[in-house]
């Protein structure tokens, strides 16, 4: 295969461990902290859970290592969205776990929790592991989205493990694949399968977080890629100066991507969605938002823009959602087939004006047509509207100019207002990780092992002070069950890992909201450039504004 200067270059990189961990294995120790408790609902899940839950954080320090010395057959897998830093985790588990003995095994399981569950895997050696280090990308074994979450399944995963001799499994995945990351392990736990559970906090989301977790690895990466693409843009918008620009960034559900964006690329505008949530806007309110600062800049000559849209807005637009799910109800069971063979759009129109309730039909009359089309073409499996396909860029630039035709029929607006549309998603998923991510990732995956060689289950490996140098970093594990509270999902109570929304009394957003008019009226892009892997370190090993800012070290 032809290599790339970058990817030859970065083959050589050296990813940075935490200071603790830099001492050899048999020179790591535990360091007992507290007990824990669930974030909420603390007598369920210490219910659901009573072998995991509970337990005691940990963090490593220098000292003798006590463990028991025992041959180490783990198994990993990938789970979910790509995000940049998976093969450094893998690398950094392999590693520790080579360099702890040779005769250990790393199984790498293929295409997610589908690969535990059929048994197709391979086993990494040398020669395989060295073409993946410090790369973007899942490749290295696949991912998937198979949920891991029925007894019958966890039986299949206990038969595999115990048919390779695996007594460890490191899931390395986001929310839900940490959520039943914590069951596999109380289930394993419960039946003295005698198979440890890791995770590790993946997505680029960046909702996997807590006061210990201080980000989901990969967040850093996607944001700057993005971040420069947004860079740019805002100086080809400052150069011609005759576009709004409409940038919608990944982010299924919370806005932390949108919002870090904003805080490294300063555009006119970001919509933030729990924003829009706690102040309950509708679209109407938030296409006039947006129209306020295109009229603003009109009067002062600047027909351009740029305004970042998460893609999970829609679903925090109260009536919004309200609609989709009234469109779900709309399509349940074969009622689908019914509507799907009806010839015409005249006639689905009209099947659609007599199912949904007078309030919903104002909003869905209002959206443009190939966004209501939108939302009657794609179907996730559970037959629900997939609204991340729905394009809101064009969904709120549409809305934008019907609000500005409006104002200059009031004579209210002269300007010029031509759309542009971006989505930015995909193209930072498999980037090639930062330093940052390349030696977080390395460490969360060297710390995993760690943790399994202590003989620990159902915890997160953690990696935390990462505002501060590498060497300063303190590696350890989380029990999972902290993060845990009960929520409704299909119709049924379950124990889930509570997603980290963006939080509008946090350091982040609050410096947004301090800066946000200021940006809207005037041009105050900010230029990030590419990500730089070789350089001065203020360059290459920053961190995220959101970070730095929740650090107070912004
Ligand atoms: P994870 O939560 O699994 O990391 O995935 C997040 C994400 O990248 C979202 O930002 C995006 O909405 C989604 O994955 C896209 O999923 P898919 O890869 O299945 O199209």
């Known amino acids: 295969m032809k290599l790339s200067p970058l990817q030859t ?19 790591i120790c535990v360091k007992n902290g507290a007990p824990t408790e669930s974030v909420a609902d603390q007598e369920k899940i210490q219910a659901l859970f009573p072998n995991t839950y509970g337990k005691n954080e940990i963090t490593f320090q220098k000292g003798t290592n006590t463990a028991e010395a025992k041959k180490q057959v783990v198994g990993v897998i990938l789970s979910g969205g790509q995000a940049p830093g998976g093969h450094n985790v893998i690398c950094g588990l392999y590693d520790a776990l080579k360099a702890t003995d040779k005769d250990n095994v790393l199984y790498g399981f293929k295409g997610g929790p589908s690969g535990l569950l059929e048994d197709d895997y391979i ?18 074994i696949g991912s998937g989205r198979t949920k891991l979450e029925t007894e019958e399944q966890f039986a299949v995963v206990a038969e595999v493990c115990k048919k390779h001799g695996i007594n460890a499994i490191v899931i390395i995945g986001g929310d839900d694949s940490n959520t039943n990351a914590a069951v596999l392990a109380e289930y394993f736990a ?33 944001t700057k890629t993005y971040s420069e ?17 409409f940038v919608k960034v990944m982010g299924r559900s919370a806005s932390h991507v949108a919002l870090e964006c904003a805080l490294q690329t300063r555009p006119n505008i970001c919509l933030v969605g729990e924003e829009v949530a706690a102040k309950k806007m509708s679209m109407a309110e938030i296409a006039d938002y947006i129209a306020d600062s295109v009229a603003t800049r009109a009067a002062k000559g600047w027909n351009f823009g740029v305004a970042i849209i998460p893609e999970g807005i829609v679903e925090f637009v109260p009536e919004f959602s309200v609609l989709i799910a009234e469109i779900n109800e709309l399509l349940a069971g074969e009622k689908t087939e019914v509507f799907n063979a009806l ?6 129109y009209a099947f659609i004006e007599n199912g949904l309730t007078k309030e919903s039909m104002a909003v869905f009359a209002i959206l443009p047509q190939s966004i209501q089309q939108q939302l009657f073409l794609e179907r996730d499996p559970h037959g629900n509207v997939q609204v991340s396909l729905i394009e809101s860029e064009k969904l709120f630039s549409a809305l934008v100019a019907e609000n500005l035709k409006a104002r200059k029929a009031a004579g209210k607006f002269n300007g010029k207002f031509s759309a542009l549309h971006h989505f930015l998603g995909y193209e930072g998923r498999c980037a090639f990780p930062s330093n940052f991510d390349a030696d977080y990732c390395y460490s969360l995956g060297y710390n995993a092992f760690m ?32 993060m845990m509270n009960i929520e409704r999902r299909h119709g049924k109570d379950k124990p889930v890992i509570r997603k980290a929304l963006v939080e509008l009394d946090g350091a982040p957003f609050k410096f947004f909201a301090a800066n946000r008019a200021e940006w809207a009226e005037n041009t105050c892009f900010v230029y990030p450039g590419a990500i ?23």
Request: glycine content about 10%; some cysteine.
């Open 9 to 27: 270059a970065r083959y050589q990189y050296n990813p940075k461990l935490p200071g603790m961990l830099r001492n050899g294995i048999s020179e």
């Open 123 to 140: 086993i990494f050696d040398d020669e395989y592991i060295n073409a993946f280090r410090n790369t973007g990308g899942f490749d290295i």
């Open 190 to 222: 419960a039946n003295n399968a005698g198979v440890q559970v890791i995770g590790c906090p993946k997505t680029i989301d960046g909702d996997l977080k807590n006061e210990d977790i201080e980000c989901s690895f990969g967040f850093d990466t996607a």
């Open 229 to 245: 693409i947004i860079g740019n843009i805002e100086r080809d918008a400052n150069s011609a100066k005759k576009y709004w620009h």
């Open 343 to 348: 010839p015409t759009w005249a006639d689905k």
């Open 451 to 482: 943790l399994i060689q202590y003989g620990y289950t159902g915890y997160l490996s953690k990696v935390s002070n990462l505002s501060k140098p590498a060497e300063e970093w303190v590696a350890g594990g989380m029990p999972m069950t902290k």
């Open 532 to 554: 730089q892997y070789f350089g001065p370190s203020e360059v290459c090993d920053a961190t995220t504004v959101t970070l730095a800012l929740e650090k107070g070290e912004y």
